[in-house]
């Protein structure tokens, strides 16, 4: 694996690659702001800035446009093109990938959305920036990721197949008996196109106090989806290096550019020591929806289960192997007893065709022969996970580690 950076106009430099030799281009160009950019280290030591200013659009346009054109050169056929920028030219923008790529190459319109502070403008508080997604090819490379399930989603939706009808229309499978077929392995919903991925905090540890730098997060996401480790990614407008850090964490090559001898420094520092910024906002979720038990959950923490909000009876589903009915699982609650934490169990799954309902006790404390009261249908173990999977396989249940 290697990470370089070099100082020039991308223009120069990428004219001197081979053709298809790179598999992702990430372009985050200036965005026609018209202003200077400039910001401060946290110890005020340093100041780094770029120039964002032009005579006209037309001048700025036809900058990216030989510039795109050489990009769209060096991508293999399947390769892509991130096009990072706001709504200063975002229209402009797209006619000229259309342009360069063609129309048909078009795959995605993104949305980088994030939570910003107060706004003293007449206008709705700008919390967005657009990432244009094309291919070189139809051939391209990619990488299905994945989302949680909504909030919202119904159980039942999660636990059972889907099929087409004879009339096309989507309905859940049923087995010749009439009884629901069960889909198995969860990998969540593929992911859309909007991104809820927060900006840099100001005490983030991967803040280094350059303009517009971009959470490594969102380049994890990108290269994510359409690279596989050893591949070669292109930053031509590298600033602070956060594609190459990014490439860099997830195994892949990449080549940096910028025209500042400043930031290709920065960039090579931070490539020497990467580091990442963990999100609690992304770990945990914005939704006010969300019903789950954040204590339970995390004493299934090690667990391949998938969280279940909209049930009172049940916190999680233990994945299994596609066509296996599922292993439903509840956390007995503090202060509850534990007939109640099974009764809810038994009542919240009696109509899921379970494998096993299971009940992790928490308070050791139970009176003598309370177990032998409880639903037969109910698995009661000790809240550890090496306990639970000894269990299950003692029944010949066996799970799908994620």
Known sequence: MSSEVRHGDCLEVVRGLAAETVDLVYVDPPFFTQKTHSLGTRDRATTFQFSDEWKSRAEYLEFLRVRLKEFQRVLKSTGSLFFQCDTNASHHIRCLLDEVFGEAMFRSEIIWHYRRWSNSQR???????????????????????????????????????????????SVYARDGSGDVVHDGYKRGVPIADVWDIPLLNPKAKERVGYPTQKPILLLERIIGLVTSPGDLILDPFSGSGTTLVAAELLGRDSLGIDISVEAVELARQRLAQPVRTSSELMRKGRDSYLQSDDESLAILCGLPVVPVQRNRGIDAILNTQPGENPILIRVQRR????????ELLHHAGRSKQPATLVLIVTDSQQPAGLFNLLPPDVLVVNSTSTELLERLADRGIGIVRR
């Open 335 to 342: 202060g509850e007893s534990l007939s109640d934490a099974a």
């Open 123 to 169: 206008n709705p508080l700008p919390s967005h920036q657009t990432i244009f997604f094309y291919s070189k090819t139809d051939s391209y490379q990619y990488h299905q990721l994945f989302d949680d399930y909504s909030p919202a989603t119904n159980v039942d939706q999660i636990l059972q197949r889907r099929q087409r009808d004879h009339h096309g229309k």
